[in-house]
């Protein structure tokens, strides 16, 4: 749909702009020193990372390189603001960048350093605990560090929030949440397991827009199809497999009295 395009045209221009030819630069070996300022100023890059997974493999490439450089990069505001941008867009995918073996020790030790700051009352580096972060949920690499990111810098609110708070609060409503029949059976049980462990897809923005008679969006969506003179309205709709909703809240939000199912 018109998402859709609005999501591969920003894509598109992210990978024409000065954040793709910084990414490109640094592809090309270019040390991360003197692209950071470029990168993190990019407000179409930086708004992308926090908004869809990245589906382009060559912005992919240099954002896993951009993640593994930072493990290794002096702390500063550019940096730090690419590192916190890196763990929104971890938080989206899954952390489905490639890693090294190299990467996953440096990202273990990096790891124990902070919680080495933490037993000693030291104040861990908030670029630290984003790089980190991009790489990890800290509610399963770090999960002592919550009561000092609760009192830690506003930078790291966001972290704070999609790691431990998000979490917490889905719990819940989960908690509360009524079911027609309980779920009993191993694979079932397994299934809802996995999908409350890692929920798709993960999302952070919903396209909502004006509502329209379900019949003028199938003509404006549908040109050639023929309609049925005789679709309800108001109608009912079944969203099935809606996931995390997020499809659901956007067919609801377009679709003139409709009731979502």
Known sequence: GRARLLIRYVRDFVRTSTAGVA??????GAPLSRVASTLAGDAALLAMLRSTPNEDWELEHGLTLLRRALLEAESDPATLRLAIALAVQGHLNEFVFEETPDERRRVDAAIERVRA????????????????????RLADAIPEIEPWLETAPPELEEIHRL???????????AAAMPSLTPIADGVSAAVRAQYEKHPFPRWTTARIGSRHPLAALIADNLPDLPLPTDLPDPCSLLIAGCGTGVHAIEVASHIRSARVL
């Open 23 to 28: 990414l490109a630069d640094l592809r090309a």
């Open 117 to 136: 700051d933490l037993r000693s009352g030291a104040i861990p580096s908030p670029q630290a605990i984003a790089t980190i972060a991009a790489y990890r």
């Open 163 to 173: 790691h431990f708070a998000e979490p917490r609060d889905e719990a819940r409503l």
